[in-house]
């Protein structure tokens, strides 16, 4: 069996730029996703205290990035919920 894997083309976002979240943004982000956790929660999480090469993003737009993307925010130490972490500057 011959199996191919084709990358989805990476965004051309340079800098992501977060604000830690507020609770209001967390209750927020928890009734726009359906739940306080996972992908979803994240993505509606980002959309209210991250911009994007200075835009803000929809959580729709964020759900239909590559998994990559993701990865890259997690490898830079990004953690959401940021309530134990504070990013130094």
Known sequence: MKVNFKALDKPAIENVDIVEATVEQNIKAER????ASGL???CALLS???TFDGNKLLMEDLMKMPQSFFLALMS???ELPM???????
């Not at 726009?32 to 739940?35: E, K, L, P, Q, T």
């Not at 309530?83 to 500057?89: F, Q, S, T």
Request: proline share 0%.
């Open 32 to 35: 726009i996703a359906g739940s």
């Open 83 to 89: 309530a134990e972490k504070v990013l130094e500057k």
């Open 76 to 78: 830079a130490g990004v």
């Open 48 to 50: 209210l205290c991250a």
């Open 40 to 42: 979803k929660f994240t």
